[in-house]
């Protein structure tokens, strides 16, 4: 069975790519499950829940997020009601939202969409490679295909998590830097990875922002406020095979559009 990753959907033009292609990947590359990182889906920051809802009509069947999913105040009250849209997992559990999800592909195979967020260079959260071994405890395990958004900043903590969940989940998957990384593969115990998927949203900018705006502010240090970047949109994406009886990944590889 086939599993698109959409990377980071980064303002109003990476939901007008998804607009436009999603229903087409979906049947061209037989599509069982399509979940989407949509934490920056609202002008760059943060995501509505009107947005959300829009996403999912479009044909993502579920929403990953991370840091930002807390920048707009309405999706406080939206998290409890809409469980295909994640929070990181390992946030105080006395926060709004969960951060796991069991969900029937097309193909009936149950699918755990599993979210975490790194600790460097990011807020404060629970250990998510210990929060990783709770939830896979915790899991059915007659669901045997896993996958997991790790939102984190260093390459080297999400190799880490990699290494980790080998072998216990089908992919893990890195999204939040908004850079593509060429090293897609599979581990030795049957996990695809890939260190970032990349940005859906416009590459004429500096990771997603109006690129004029991000380097005035890298130039004089003053907090100049950035806005989404309009041109250069590309959609940035990971399709994962897997084998649904087994769990195992049998085939990885990025796909993008533009």
């Known amino acids: 069975m ?13 939901r007008g790519l998804v607009a436009h292609y999603l229903q087409e990947i979906i049947s061209t590359e037989k599509i069982q499950l399509a979940i989407a990182n949509g934490e920056n889906s609202a002008g760059g920051f943060g995501i509505t829940p009107l947005i959300a809802e829009e996403l999912f ?41 969960q951060g796991v999800i069991v969900r029937k592909a097309r193909n ?7 979210d975490l967020q790194g600790r460097a260079h990011l807020p404060a959260t629970d250990c ?25 900043e260093l390459t080297s903590e999400k190799m880490a998590m990699g290494w980790h969940l080998n072998g216990r989940v089908s992919a893990v998957l890195g999204t939040h830097t908004h850079i593509p990384t060429a090293d897609e593969r599979i581990l ?6 890939q260190t970032d998927v990349g940005m859906t949203g416009p590459y004429d900018s500096i990771i997603g922002s109006d690129k004029n705006l991000a ?17 250069g949109a590309e959609l ?20 993008t559009r533009s």
């Open 57 to 97: 009509s479009m044909g993502v069947d579920v929403l990953t997020s991370g840091n930002h999913v807390w920048d707009k105040k309405e999706i406080f009250d939206y998290l409890p009601r809409q469980p295909r849209l994640l929070r990181p997992a390992n946030y105080p559990a006395e926060l709004p939202g």
């Open 215 to 231: 380097l005035r502010r890298f130039l004089t240090g003053m907090p100049i406020r950035l806005d989404s970047s309009k041109t």
């Open 108 to 114: 009936c195979v149950e699918v755990a969409g599993i």
């Open 236 to 255: 940035h994406s990971t399709i994962v095979t897997v084998d649904p009886e087994t769990g195992k990944a049998v085939g990885i590889r990025r796909y």
């Open 128 to 152: 998510p490679f210990h929060k990783a071994d709770q939830i896979l405890e915790a899991l059915d395990p007659a669901v045997k295909v896993r996958l997991v958004d790790f939102h984190a």
């Open 2 to 14: 086939n599993i698109l990753f959409i990377g980071d959907i980064f303002a109003s033009p990476g």
């Open 188 to 193: 030795s115990g049957g996990t695809a990875y």
